[in-house]
């Protein structure tokens, strides 16, 4: 026994150690059960509460998000299907259009072609008129070169002259 320390002591605890160690544990525990456990079982149900109300949410977010994007490929197809719709159309009338533009162009072409033989006809026979007029000049020229005398450019001889250039034609 040095310095009045009994090791053995440590080993053989006192009746008073153990019943004092044994109430200030039951106190401790009596008031951390009061005071802490409580709380923190409340904050751990709320919690939990909030976790699964967070799971609900993102579960509904994540249907809703689904939704959408089911919407949208159905409207996404809609739209390809109107715009193949549209161009369809669109490519109609232009080949209607053009249709109708090279019809007209291939009526206007046969008005232009029929004007211009009428006109051709017109000029042709204007210059076989003027035609017959020179030879019927020419014809009273060498008559009166022939006969030496001036024929009478009556109506009658300027007939009979034009009936025999039509014969020599």
Do not use: C
Request: proline share 2%; net charge neutral; aromatic share 4%.
């Amino acid at each position: 026994m040095l310095l009045g320390f009994d090791p053995m002591s440590l080993l053989t605890p006192d009746l008073g150690l153990v019943f004092w160690t044994t109430i200030v544990f039951l106190v401790f525990w009596l008031l951390v059960g009061k005071f802490a456990i409580k709380p923190i079982t409340k904050a751990i149900k709320d919690r939990e509460h909030s976790i699964a109300d967070a799971l609900s949410s993102a579960e509904k977010a994540k249907q809703e998000v689904q939704e959408l994007q089911q919407s949208n490929v159905s409207l996404l197809k809609e739209a390809r299907e109107e715009s193949a719709k549209i161009l369809k159309e669109a490519k109609e009338v232009k080949d209607s259009v053009i249709a109708e533009a090279h019809n007209r162009a291939k009526e206007e072409a046969a008005k232009i072609v029929a004007s211009a033989k009428v006109e051709i006809d017109a000029q042709k026979k204007a210059a076989l008129a003027e035609v017959k007029n020179e030879v019927s000049k020419l014809s009273l020229e060498i008559a009166q070169k022939v006969l030496g005398r001036e024929l009478d450019a009556s109506k009658d001889q300027q007939t009979y002259i034009n009936s025999l250039v039509d014969k020599l034609n």
